[in-house]
């Protein structure tokens, strides 16, 4: 028998991005405190994310949303990691509010961020120990979020995954529209 790359690559791809979102859920979390989300989004859910990219760059005029959402369109399949809203109680001050307490609706706790930072980072990390490429989105994570893919999460990035002679999430040309 004789398998070619080409034949056997996206079914690659998706299991090393099933391996990124066991790793995003395995990372530290402040407290031992677990409100990480995880999903992959594949075929026709990443036409839906594109297209509600190019609606957001619509209402807000940030041409890397348009760049984006044509941009994940070469992906085979997007990783989604966000966080829940929860206040450690720590009263850190991280967020700009001497207390939990204080801050204001809409203001993301530091040590969630962090959170959300350090399981993004461990997918990451899995995506380059395979060689597969990724980038992580800003963009494509807030259109996940508006669509509430990861239910009810403040924070969400999404990260493209691909195999391919050339990353294509890199020396990406702006998009005029």
């Not at 407290?31 to 509600?52: F, H, Y």
């Not at 959170?115 to 989105?137: E, K, L, P, Q």
């Amino acid at each position: 028998m004789i398998l070619n790359e080409r034949d056997s690559r996206h079914e690659q791809v998706l299991q090393i991005a099933q391996q990124m979102m066991i790793a995003a859920r395995t990372a530290p979390k402040a407290k031992g405190v677990d409100i990480i989300e995880v999903a992959m989004v594949t075929e026709s859910n990443i036409r839906i994310l594109s297209d509600t990219m190019k609606q957001m760059y619509e209402e807000n005029g940030f041409k890397f949303f348009l760049r984006d959402a044509d941009n994940i369109l070469e992906a085979e399949c997007v990783v989604l990691i966000g966080t829940h809203d929860h206040p450690h109680g720590m009263n850190c001050g991280h967020c700009g509010f001497a207390t939990c307490g204080e801050r204001e609706d809409g203001v993301p706790c530091a040590i969630n961020s962090v959170d959300v930072g350090i399981a993004i980072g461990s997918a990451c990390s899995v995506a380059a120990d395979n060689r597969v490429d990724t980038r992580i989105m800003f963009s494509a994570g807030l259109a996940a979020q508006q669509l509430d893919w990861l239910d009810g999460c403040t924070q969400v990035y999404a990260i493209p995954v691909s195999a391919s002679s050339k990353n294509p999430f890199f020396d990406r040309k702006p998009k005029n529209p």
